[in-house]
């Protein structure tokens, strides 16, 4: 029997994320506050809802792809609650911190429903393709549920754990990023300055122990590599201000915990500084040039 999936948030990544459980023939009821993104979505095979409330009711499952904790946490309360069935599984793949996704899934769980965190790994060109990679956080039964709606959106659907899990996998996750792509300009930086070619840093660094992500697959300078978002200027990818909202997630989430994170908070500095010089809608290995100039 076709399932049918309530969608609210049809932005950057939502957009793409509800076409693709269109197309792999779920019957998607779309809501989102922007009319645009909603006659998007309603192009790409979704009905349109005129409210989150009306998009969740009778779903049997309800995906949420919003900006941050604070959307999530309304929406489920003032919608989500009264409007979704009973029983219904929530599934939120917006990146949001650890400790409001563990509250709404506290309260989504004594109001009968199951809910698991989903964030995503991956960009817009990974959510239109439908290739994202879900970390998801909630009991197995609820994960059980959630998997095949996930892996019509994705190419990985790995279960993290108990609620909060999939959020705690992603920042930590990101901060590793973050502080790796500083990491990695800073190397191919000093590099340069002593002398050295960076294409030929990179055949010896690539195949060595400094080998990362951010220097094999997403090198930070241009001509370098395999062609990254530096090759087209620092535009496309992922946006340096959404890195730094990861990390400014990562930091709370150490403070919460008491871990001591240290490169962490250095690179969340680092990408403060980069957003507050209106560089935040750079990709974010354009983190380089910050460090080239200071
Ligand atoms: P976006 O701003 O493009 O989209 C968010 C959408 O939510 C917007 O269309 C907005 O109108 C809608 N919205 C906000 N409040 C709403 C409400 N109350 N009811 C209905 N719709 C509402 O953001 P995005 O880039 O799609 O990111 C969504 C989430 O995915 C964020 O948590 C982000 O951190 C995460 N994420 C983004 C990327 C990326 O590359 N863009 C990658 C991984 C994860």
Same mark, same amino acid.
């Given at each position: 029997?076709?399932?049918?999936?309530?969608?609210?948030?049809?932005?950057?990544?939502?957009?793409?994320?509800?076409?693709?459980?269109?197309?792999?023939?779920? *019957?998607?009821?779309?809501?989102?506050?922007?009319?645009?993104?909603? +006659?998007?979505?309603?192009?790409? %095979?979704?009905?349109?809802? %005129?409210?989150?409330?009306?998009?969740?009711?009778?779903?049997?499952?309800?995906?949420?792809?919003?900006?941050?904790?604070?959307?999530?946490?309304?929406?489920? /309360?003032?919608?989500?609650?009264?409007?979704?069935?009973?029983?219904?599984?929530?599934?939120?793949?917006?990146?949001?911190?650890?400790?409001?996704?563990?509250?709404?899934?506290?309260?989504?769980?004594?109001? #009968?429903?199951?809910?698991?965190?989903?964030?995503? =790994? #991956?960009?817009?060109?990974?959510?239109?393709?439908?290739?994202?990679?879900?970390?998801?956080?909630?009991?197995?039964?609820?994960?059980?549920?959630?998997?095949?709606?996930? *892996? *019509?959106?994705?190419? +990985?659907?790995?279960?993290? #754990?108990? =609620?909060?899990?999939? @959020?705690?996998?992603?920042?930590?996750?990101?901060?590793?990023?973050?502080?790796?792509?500083?990491?990695?300009?800073?190397?191919?930086?000093? +590099? @340069?300055?002593?002398?050295?070619?960076?294409?030929?840093?990179?055949?010896?660094?690539?195949?060595?122990?400094?080998?990362?992500?951010?220097?094999?697959?997403?090198?930070?300078?241009?001509?370098? %590599?395999?062609?990254?978002?530096?090759? /087209?200027?620092?535009?496309?990818?992922? +946006?340096?201000?959404?890195?730094?909202?990861?990390?400014?997630?990562? @930091? @709370?989430?150490?403070?919460?915990?008491?871990?001591?994170?240290?490169? #962490?908070?250095?690179?969340?500095?680092?990408?403060? *500084?980069?957003?507050?010089?209106?560089?935040?809608?750079?990709?974010?290995?354009?983190?380089?040039?910050?460090?080239?100039?200071?």
């Amino acid at each position: 029997m076709t399932q049918t999936i309530g969608f609210i948030g049809l932005g950057n990544m939502g957009g793409g994320m509800a076409a693709n459980l269109a197309a792999k023939g779920f *019957a998607v009821r779309a809501f989102d506050l922007s009319a645009d993104a909603l +006659a998007r979505a309603v192009a790409a %095979g979704c009905v349109a809802a %005129g409210s989150a409330a009306e998009a969740a009711a009778g779903a049997d499952a309800v995906v949420t792809m919003l900006p941050a904790g604070a959307h999530v946490a309304s929406v489920y /309360r003032e919608s989500l609650f009264a409007g979704a069935r009973a029983g219904a599984l929530l599934i939120d793949c917006s990146t949001i911190d650890v400790a409001t996704a563990r509250q709404v899934a506290g309260e989504a769980a004594d109001k #009968g429903f199951a809910a698991v965190d989903a964030p995503v =790994s #991956g960009g817009i060109a990974a959510a239109n393709a439908g290739t994202l990679t879900f970390m998801v956080g909630g009991s197995d039964a609820a994960f059980s549920r959630a998997q095949p709606i996930l *892996a *019509a959106m994705g190419k +990985a659907v790995i279960h993290a #754990g108990d =609620s909060g899990a999939g @959020q705690a996998a992603k920042v930590a996750n990101n901060m590793l990023l973050g502080a790796s792509m500083v990491a990695t300009a800073e190397a191919f930086l000093l +590099a @340069q300055k002593l002398g050295l070619d960076a294409q030929r840093f990179f055949d010896i660094a690539s195949v060595s122990s400094g080998q990362c992500w951010s220097m094999t697959s997403y090198c930070p300078l241009p001509g370098v %590599g395999p062609e990254t978002p530096a090759d /087209r200027d620092y535009h496309g990818g992922f +946006a340096a201000a959404l890195m730094l909202k990861d990390l400014r997630l990562s @930091q @709370q989430a150490a403070a919460d915990v008491g871990a001591d994170t240290p490169m #962490g908070a250095r690179a969340t500095e680092l990408y403060e *500084a980069f957003a507050a010089a209106g560089q935040g809608g750079l990709d974010f290995s354009a983190i380089i040039k910050a460090l080239k100039q200071g």
